[in-house]
């Protein structure tokens, strides 16, 4: 998978809106494929016009677990828009990722005004899912 670092840094070279459209879509195509068993009801993500199955990883320390997560989608754009957030929270202890405004990291990155409503509610539903996923597994 590609790294955030790795994924901003190509965004700045990326001037036009279909430039960072196709990298996007390609970002979506490393995405590791999930099996088949994981695209259950339980997995997924509800508010996404697409398709989008999200599973949660947790390992190591029971009070602040560090979170690994798979995801996919049915929809090119939107593999790409996974792939993207499980770069900003995959691997992170679950305080980490409580405390990540992802919304803001693809607003630097200059994808967040080029959603369509539609992707964007999507995307909000995929970072509303991975941060309670990460919340329920912190001590009240």
Request: aromatic share 6%.
């Amino acid at each position: 998978m590609t790294s955030l670092d790795q994924i901003i840094d190509d965004f700045e070279f990326l001037d036009e809106w279909e430039d960072r459209y196709r990298y996007v879509i390609e970002l979506g195509k490393s995405l590791p494929e999930m099996a088949e068993a994981s695209r259950t009801s339980e997995n997924k993500v509800q508010g996404c016009a697409s398709q989008v199955w999200l599973v949660t990883h947790a390992s190591g320390d029971p009070e602040d677990p560090l979170l690994t997560f798979e995801g996919e989608s049915d929809a090119h754009i939107v593999r790409g828009l996974v792939a993207i957030v499980l770069a900003i929270f995959s691997g992170k202890r679950a305080s980490e990722i409580t405390a990540i405004d992802a919304l803001d990291v693809f607003g630097k990155i200059g994808l967040i005004e080029h959603l369509s409503s539609q992707r964007a509610n999507g995307l909000r539903s995929m970072i509303r899912r991975i941060k309670s996923e990460a919340e329920e597994r912190l001590p009240a």
